[in-house]
């Protein structure tokens, strides 16, 4: 079994116009992978999208994280707390 080949690969994420704007979140395709590499054991290429989308979830957390924390410094500023 081939991995599908409308699947999106990770190096894409981020590129709504690619995929269009109701494409599921990286975590939820994540979850798909990985099943469907449970499930076709055999194939080397599960392991090597998985590994692309991780490392593409992993840009999107440190993104997520860098605007959770500067809107906490903007919160911060704003009553005068730290």
């Known amino acids: 079994m081939k991995p599908m080949q409308n699947m999106p690969h990770a ?22 992978l990985r099943s469907l590499a449970d499930l076709d054991s055999a194939s080397p290429h599960w392991e090597i999208d998985i590994r692309e989308m991780e490392q593409a979830r992993f840009r ?6 860098l605007t959770a924390a500067k809107g906490r410094q903007h919160i911060c500023s704003q009553d005068g707390t730290q």
């Open 11 to 32: 190096e894409d994420a981020g590129h709504e116009s690619t995929f269009g704007a109701r494409r599921a979140p990286l975590v939820k395709r994540l979850f798909v």
């Open 60 to 65: 999107e957390l440190e993104i997520e994280s």
